[in-house]
């Protein structure tokens, strides 16, 4: 199964996953310009959740543009993660091997 594929059976957008993973690419690619060391995407992938959380708002409240993932029912809106810290970052490591 691809990463989009994965993505859909998670019930995740799968555009969340590029969108994710460019900003690991914009890190691996200033600490190699930079000659410094670059976190494999586990380790980044922890850093980016804690910093995602630390801003206050990561899962709490739904984006004021609306969201692309379907609601669980008529009326309901999703709470909570749609996927786990693995799953995620197992669609990073599949996108990244595109």
């Not at 019930?11 to 410094?36: C, F, I, Q, T, W």
């Amino acid at each position: 199964m691809n990463w989009r594929d994965k993505a859909l059976s998670y019930g995740l957008d799968p555009e969340e996953v590029p969108r994710v993973y460019d900003r690991y690419a914009m890190h691996r690619s200033y600490n190699e310009k930079m000659d410094a060391a670059v976190l494999p995407i586990a380790n980044w992938y922890k850093w980016y959740r804690i910093e995602k959380l630390s801003e206050g708002h990561a899962m709490t409240q739904a984006p004021a543009e609306g969201c692309s993932v379907t609601e669980a029912s008529p009326g309901q809106i999703p709470t909570g993660p749609l996927a786990t810290e693995a799953q995620f970052l197992e669609l990073l490591e599949l996108y990244g091997q595109r």
